[in-house]
């Protein structure tokens, strides 16, 4: 399932959302892009590809989110922005 299912069903944030979200939480805890591609065993550029409207798998979302010891939910929604 990709996320962007979730958000037509629920009409509620989106790709670029997440990567922002993304990458404010990794900057707050000192971890590049690279780095956190490479510990969540996604490719190269998969994560900045879900700022330009590429949607991420759940299990994406879900291993990032591991590591950057917050909620999926932290990640899709619009809380807490910069």
């Known amino acids: 399932m990709y996320i ?22 990794a ?3 000192g971890i590049s892009i690279n780095k956190l591609e490479e510990e969540a065993n996604v490719s190269t550029g998969s994560i900045c590809k879900w700022g330009n409207g590429i949607s991420p798998t759940v299990k994406n979302i879900k291993k990032v989110a591991d590591i950057l010891e917050c909620t999926v939910d932290e990640l899709i929604s619009d809380v807490g922005g910069e």
């Not at 962007?4 to 939480?25: H, Q, V, W």
């Open 27 to 29: 900057k707050e805890r």
């Open 4 to 25: 962007s299912d979730f958000f037509r069903t629920n009409n509620t944030g989106g790709e670029i959302l997440i990567y922002d979200n993304i990458r404010r939480r």
